[in-house]
């Protein structure tokens, strides 16, 4: 049975839905919402300022080992460009470039390697700066670069995030599965929306490259070659061997979710440390603080917003909500705010496979409006446990799609506010970009659905 806690979270989730599309932060209506249910449930306006807090300490757990292990690779990654050895470890995908299409793909190539270890931001400034006078000369124009950008990192890497484990995790958590089913169960739908969506943005780009309707950019001059130091070149091949055996021992271990994410993050920090040693000596103790502070500012930056968001959705589920408020404030035999209200559409509304996956696409690309693609993937996978209890389906592939989707279009590919790094790195209008990211995004979306339709 519903009651005005179940209503008091309706009406705020559809708060928070209209305040993405209008293209306004949410945090404030999710923050005042779960204000709202604290004092609904309890009747005292004292708990429920302490279930504000309450809230977000559950959140923060729930999010604090990914938050930590991308501040962490951050870290690394700023250690690795200070010195130049980042230059080295792309070195190798440059000689392959001879015309825009090899410069297009190993663009993305080299985005997507990145952005799986290093994470899309630091990624974009990295490949950008490299990559972009090297493919103008290869024939491809400097939106050409922006596009492969947003696309094979926001897009691909980020969707899928198969080394860092962030957005499964999170998926993962509000969906009530495990972050194996996540990957594995939305393996097929991750390829397809990659090869639909990148492969359409090519062949418009290209066309409109051979119709004139494109100009190409001027040639950029490169800058002068800095003779690498032996610390450089160490570093260089230092890193990529050791997140390879990372990888060879997940398999080898069967390592996964947390653990697989603590192994990352520990390789990491004691890459990060040697680097230091190598590099600076005396003054490695100075710089290791250095890099970990400005790590954890991004990694705090980035999701400072996302646990006060995360906060709310979390409470759909029985145990945050019990944690942060109380079971006792639920209905006896309560399952669950989504689940309660997902039994309840099930009962009042006929549910079929079409339904559930249109409505799990449609609300997760509605979340990505506010251009951060995390904030949406809690709901998407609350609402994918919801609708698989509702029709007897996998709640792991609905989730896999409803992150898709979230992440593909407020991740940094067809919202303009969440695409400024790759426009701004490569000179081009963010609106533009966007525009030229729009259809073959939109459609990825689409045939994923319909992929994800018949495989359920």
């Not at 939106?143 to 947003?150: C, E, K, P, Q």
């Not at 780009?205 to 119709?211: A, F, Q, T, V, W």
């Not at 701004?424 to 209008?429: L, N, P, Y």
Request: overall charge positive; proline content about 4%; aromatic content about 8%.
């Amino acid at each position: 049975m519903l009651t005005g806690i179940h209503l008091i979270y309706i009406i705020f989730i559809v708060i928070a839905l209209v305040t993405m599309a209008l293209r306004r932060d949410t945090l404030l209506p999710c923050i005042i919402g779960i204000f709202c249910i604290g004092l609904y449930a309890s009747g005292d306006i004292v708990f429920s300022i302490g279930a504000i807090f309450n809230s977000f300490v559950v959140a923060t757990k729930e999010l604090i080992g990914i938050i930590l292990v991308i501040s962490i690779i951050v870290a690394l990654s700023k250690a690795l460009e200070e010195i130049r050895a980042t230059q080295l470890i792309v070195s190798p995908f440059i000689s392959i470039i001879k015309n825009r299409t090899s410069a297009f793909f190993s663009v993305g190539l080299v985005m997507l390697i990145l952005s799986w270890f290093f994470w899309p931001s630091p990624a974009t400034a990295l490949v950008g700066v490299i990559f972009l006078p090297i493919a103008i000369k290869a024939g491809l124009p400097a939106i050409g670069v922006a596009m492969a950008i947003n696309l094979f990192g926001h897009g691909l890497a980020l969707s899928t995030d198969f080394v860092i484990q962030g957005a499964p995790t999170i998926t993962a958590a509000a969906a009530g599965v495990s972050v194996s089913d996540i990957m594995l169960d939305g393996m097929v739908l991750y390829w397809v929306m990659a090869v639909v969506s990148i492969s359409i943005a090519y062949y418009l780009l290209n066309r409109d490259i051979k119709k004139g309707k494109l100009k190409l950019s001027p040639s950029i001059d490169s800058t002068a070659t800095v003779q690498p130091t032996k610390g450089a070149v160490f570093s260089a091949i230092l890193v990529p061997l050791v997140f390879v055996a990372d990888i060879i021992c997940m398999f080898a271990f069967g390592l996964k979710g947390g653990e697989a994410t603590a192994l990352i993050g520990g390789t990491a920090v004691l890459a990060l440390i040697l680097i230091a040693v190598i590099n600076f000596r005396k003054q490695s103790l100075e710089k290791v603080t250095t890099y970990i502070k400005s790590g954890f500012g991004f990694g705090i930056e980035i999701f400072s917003p996302i646990i006060p968001i995360a906060a709310f959705f979390y409470l759909g589920q029985l145990g945050p909500f019990s944690e942060a408020i109380g079971a006792s404030f639920l209905p006896v035999n309560s399952q669950g705010i989504l689940s309660d209200i997902g039994i309840a559409l099930a009962q009042a509304i006929p549910m079929n496979k079409v339904m559930v996956c249109s409505i799990e696409s449609a609300v997760g690309a509605i979340t990505g409006l506010d251009g951060s693609g995390f904030s949406g993937i809690s709901l998407a996978g609350s609402l994918a446990k919801v609708f698989a209890q509702a029709v007897n389906v996998r709640a792991s592939v609905l989730a896999a799609l409803g992150q898709i989707t979230a992440i593909w279009v407020g991740g940094g590919t067809i919202v303009p506010w969440g695409l400024i790094p790759a426009a701004a790195i490569c000179k081009v209008s963010p609106i533009e970009l966007a525009k030229r990211n729009f259809i073959p995004v939109m459609i990825g979306i689409v045939v994923t659905t319909v992929v994800a339709i018949l495989i359920l």
